[in-house]
């Protein structure tokens, strides 16, 4: 049989239930903000700036004001302000064009207007958030072949900006990151 087990007038002294941790409300650790930390360890950009720098920034704004005005043309007075000489006053013409997909479909477009970015749109919103770059292939010319009425293409090709106006008539390829030239 068992001895029945004498109580104290005291309760128990268990030291773990006394230590002054175990009365303290628990404190939110400090969030270290990972990025702030390695933005100043590997900054983006040099500081101070190196000299050809503003040349260069320069130099990308003066073509880009040229290419707009050829684009978009440019009124004499326009010229005049500017500090270069235009070749021409005019706009580029607008003309409708035909946009070939790879798959053989084909959109309608603008000449000058419709960007690769404005078709990935046209044809779905998640290709138009996953696309990063254009290939278009334009044609020399385009000759009637044998072969089933097909077009035979003598093209050019090149990597395209998504923003960049197409000029003419064209075949094109809208390259996600996946693809080998997207991730150049």
């Known amino acids: 049989m068992a001895t029945p087990v004498a109580s104290s007038s005291q309760p128990a002294q268990i030291p773990a239930l006394q230590a002054t941790h175990a009365s303290d409300t628990k404190k939110p650790k400090e969030k270290k903000d990972k990025a702030a930390a390695a933005a100043s360890q590997y900054p983006l950009e040099l500081q101070p700036r190196p000299d050809y720098m503003e040349h260069r920034i320069k130099m990308f704004e003066q073509l880009q004001i040229e290419y707009e005005e050829y684009v978009k043309g440019a009124s004499p007075t326009d010229c005049l302000r500017s500090s270069h000489v235009l070749t021409a006053f005019s706009a580029q013409p ?12 084909q959109r309608q477009g603008t000449s000058w207007e419709t960007s690769p970015m404005d078709v990935a749109k046209e044809l779905s919103k998640s290709l138009s958030e ?7 292939h334009v044609p020399f010319c385009q000759t009637p072949s044998s072969d089933k009425g097909n077009a035979h293409w003598q093209v ?3 990597l395209w900006d998504l923003d960049r106006p197409l000029e003419g008539s064209c075949k094109l390829e809208l390259l996600d990151f996946e693809h080998p030239e997207g991730s150049i």
Do not use: H, L, Q, Y
């Open 94 to 105: 607008r003309e409708e064009i035909v946009i070939t997909m790879p798959d053989g479909s």
């Open 156 to 158: 050019n090709d090149g």
């Open 130 to 136: 996953r696309v990063v770059i254009a290939k278009v």
